[in-house]
């Protein structure tokens, strides 16, 4: 792969629990190109979040490297990381972690104001945002005025306020039916194909791997397969 966004080099984490050694991640190795869709699939534990969170500036692994458009981020101090986070990278969780007195377009805005928006710019990307996701409509409801679906995809909006390089989704549908999930998804999907957005997704439902470019399969801190797929689709009917 010529000049991928992110390489990940012979990455370790180990952490400590009492007098246990928990290795998370055993010599990962990875690359992934600008614009492509990665799903990260395996059971609890086998190192999925821990590459999310390495690649997204949220923890320093142990041993390895970071390459971030030939940027190693581990050699990054906290205000360089901080900046790294807030400027590239957009995070959406299985949980929504909105803002409950903001109503959809303010807790967009809020992200925007952080990165040094102003007031009016800020509220006419809010309201771009929404859109994108397919939520103008509701852009004064309040999150508890919004479905669970409908907030997942106002966190979307909210983590690409910025204009991200790189979209890091760490289970999106955990807490979504099946209905609401595949909405959230195929929003997921669509920014990374309209907008060329680099998109990993952390998961262990097998059902929405279809949709990735390659599927990463780990285990034990590992990789155990990737599977390249050329014509990705998102599956009519997913199975949690």
Same mark, same amino acid.
């Given at each position: 792969?010529?000049?991928?966004?992110?390489?990940?080099?012979?990455?370790?984490?180990?952490?400590?629990?009492?007098?246990?050694? @928990?290795?998370?991640?055993?010599?990962?190795?990875?690359?992934?190109?600008?614009?492509?869709?990665?799903?990260?699939?395996?059971?609890?534990?086998?190192?999925?979040?821990?590459?999310?969170?390495?690649?997204?500036?949220?923890?320093?692994?142990?041993?390895?490297?970071?390459?971030?458009?030939?940027?190693?981020?581990? #050699?990054?101090?906290?205000?360089?990381?901080?900046?790294?986070?807030?400027?590239? @990278?957009?995070? @959406?969780?299985?949980?929504?972690?909105?803002?409950? !007195?903001? !109503?959809?377009?303010?807790?967009?805005?809020?992200?925007?104001?952080?990165?040094?928006?102003?007031? #009016?710019?800020?509220?006419?990307?809010?309201?771009?945002?929404?859109?994108?996701?397919?939520?103008?409509?509701?852009?004064?409801?309040?999150?508890?005025?919004?479905?669970?679906?409908?907030?997942?995809?106002?966190?979307?909006?909210?983590?690409?306020?910025?204009?991200?390089?790189?979209?890091?989704?760490?289970?999106?549908?955990?807490?979504?039916?099946?209905?609401?999930?595949?909405?959230?998804?195929?929003?997921?999907?669509?920014?990374?194909?309209?907008?060329?957005?680099?998109?990993?997704? @952390?998961?262990?439902?097998?059902?929405?791997?279809?949709?990735?470019? #390659?599927?990463?399969?780990?285990?034990?801190?590992?990789?155990?397969?990737? !599977?390249?797929?050329?014509?990705?689709?998102?599956?009519?009917?997913?199975?949690?």
């Amino acid at each position: 792969m010529n000049n991928p966004l992110i390489l990940c080099r012979d990455l370790t984490r180990q952490y400590k629990m009492g007098a246990v050694t @928990v290795h998370a991640l055993r010599g990962l190795n990875l690359e992934i190109a600008t614009g492509e869709f990665i799903v990260l699939l395996g059971p609890s534990g086998s190192g999925k979040t821990t590459t999310l969170n390495l690649v997204g500036g949220l923890d320093r692994p142990t041993g390895g490297a970071v390459l971030v458009g030939g940027e190693d981020i581990t #050699r990054y101090n906290e205000k360089q990381l901080t900046r790294y986070r807030r400027e590239q @990278v957009g995070f @959406v969780f299985q949980f929504f972690n909105l803002i409950p !007195t903001l !109503t959809a377009s303010e807790n967009v805005e809020f992200a925007l104001k952080l990165n040094g928006s102003n007031g #009016r710019s800020a509220a006419s990307r809010a309201l771009e945002l929404l859109d994108i996701v397919g939520l103008r409509e509701r852009a004064n409801h309040f999150p508890a005025e919004l479905s669970g679906g409908e907030q997942q995809r106002v966190s979307i909006a909210r983590a690409l306020a910025n204009h991200p390089a790189l979209l890091l989704c760490d289970e999106p549908t955990g807490n979504l039916d099946v209905k609401t999930g595949h909405q959230v998804l195929q929003a997921i999907r669509d920014l990374n194909r309209e907008e060329g957005t680099t998109v990993i997704l @952390v998961t262990h439902n097998t059902a929405i791997a279809p949709m990735a470019d #390659r599927i990463v399969r780990l285990s034990d801190g590992q990789i155990d397969s990737i !599977t390249v797929q050329d014509e990705p689709e998102l599956v009519a009917e997913l199975a949690w």
